[in-house]
């Protein structure tokens, strides 16, 4: 993924140069420039994700990515979403938080939520952690948050998804008995699937057995900020 980032703004970047070079450009204003370069950008960087997510479209990242709306809103809507990203890695430093496009991806491993050993119940660790994170989501509400969760490659496959499915939900239902919008929340369980570490040592399993966490502008969120746009 660094790669493909790199690339990305590579690419915005010779587009810029590109567009401010035109002589048929410089008389229209930031706004104007920034919507063109944007447009093309998204499409470019839209091309290369299309080529490298393959089967990965259905993960944190896939989910992050494909929300891509560009442009000058696509601006206004990362700008809120560094924001987010900086305060949920402040209140818990323990996760890993990336930010993608106009999303973040996070992943909690089980150093953050940790489940009982082959069940979906949530320990008091997990739930302290999850606690941490409940206030900025609250901050946040025209966000969408999609959950995935995963296990390592002990065990059937169909069970392992179905545990991965379950914690997923377990997720899903704390944080709303919390009080945010269960609206807000999607949860998919992906088992031994895209693993991010080799199963074949406990260090490595440990990782893979993880929850991942897609937030991406709502519907609400993307009209704002095209009004913003506008302007």
């Keep these: 993924m660094k790669n ?17 070079g035109c002589e048929s450009v410089k008389n229209t204003n ?40 560009g442009g000058v809103a696509g601006g206004v809507i990362g700008n809120k979403m560094d924001k987010q990203a900086r305060e949920i890695e402040t209140a818990l430093p323990g996760a890993q938080v990336e930010r993608v496009g106009e999303g973040i991806k996070l992943v909690l491993g089980e150093n953050a939520v940790r489940f009982d050993t082959n ?30 969760g995963y296990t390592d490659s002990t065990g059937p496959a169909e069970y392992n998804l179905n545990l991965s499915d379950q914690r997923a939900a377990s997720v899903r239902s704390y944080l709303a008995a919390k009080g945010l ?16 570490a080799t199963n ?3 260090e490595g399993r440990s990782q893979n057995r993880r929850v991942e966490f897609a937030i991406t502008a709502n519907q609400k969120m993307v009209e704002e900020a095209q009004k913003q746009a506008g302007r």
């Design 4 to 20: 493909i980032k790199i690339l990305a703004l590579t690419s915005l970047f010779l587009l810029g140069s590109l567009f401010t």
């Design 30 to 69: 930031k706004t104007q420039r920034g919507a063109a370069i944007g447009a093309v950008g998204g499409a470019v960087i839209g091309g290369i994700l299309g080529n490298n997510l393959g089967k990965g479209g259905n993960t944190a990242m896939g989910a992050v990515l494909g929300g891509v709306i």
């Design 119 to 148: 069940k979906s119940t949530l320990t008091a660790g997990a739930k302290a952690n999850l606690d941490k994170l409940i206030p900025v989501f609250n901050q946040y509400p025209d966000t969408n948050i999609q959950i995935y």
């Design 181 to 196: 919008s269960n609206s807000r929340f999607t949860t998919t369980g992906l088992g031994i699937a895209d693993p991010i």
């Design 200 to 202: 074949e040592t406990a």
